[in-house]
């Protein structure tokens, strides 16, 4: 057996050994969302496997819970991020309309936009995250859903008018 095989194996070995444990730390993380959660361990088991170490372990729980945590962190930071992309997104438009009075989206909080964005079709959602969120460009999403580039223009577009409806709904009236 080469060093590889080796390797692979003892990687495999330990991922039996730590799915249910991980799959537990992930569900507390994630408040119970298992569909989450087990994204959560695939991805920690992917980067896992990447940096799997030539040595032996002191503790394999405790560096694959550090992978799994941080890999959650940086996954909250991201929503705070796609929060502030849409309050950014938002200020715009609330400038645009000259009003007086403090702008709509002043009151916006990360679980208004997280609800808004959940009410969305799929077919609307993930193309604007794609691009909006984590920042791909058009071609790009375009190519990995699977659409032409003026159908992925015109969800993105939709999406945005959806979302602005449903969290600024004081400013759609007022364009009107």
């Excluded at 993380?29 to 959560?40: C, F, P, Q, S, V």
């Excluded at 819970?65 to 959650?72: D, G, M």
């Amino acid at each position: 057996m080469d060093r590889e095989q080796h390797l692979a194996q003892g990687f495999s070995s330990m991922a039996k050994r730590s799915r249910r444990y991980l799959l537990g730390v992930a569900l507390r993380l994630t408040r119970g969302a298992m569909g989450d959660a087990e994204d959560l361990v695939q991805d920690a088991m992917v980067r896992a496997f990447r940096r799997f170490p030539q040595g032996r372990l002191d503790s394999e729980r405790a560096w694959l819970k550090k992978i799994i945590v941080r890999l959650h962190l940086d996954s909250l930071r991201r929503v705070a991020t796609r929060a502030a992309v849409f309050r950014e997104y938002f200020r715009g438009i609330d400038a645009s309309l000259q009003t007086s009075e403090a702008p709509a989206w002043i009151e916006l909080t990360n679980d208004n936009v997280r609800t808004a964005l959940a009410q969305l079709e799929d077919r609307y959602r993930v193309p604007f995250e794609l691009v909006e969120i984590e920042g791909l460009n058009y071609d790009l999403a375009a190519i990995r859903l699977g659409l032409n580039r003026n159908t992925l223009a015109s969800r993105i577009r939709r999406a945005r008018r959806a979302l602005r409806k449903t969290l600024l709904p004081r400013s759609e009236e007022e364009a009107d």
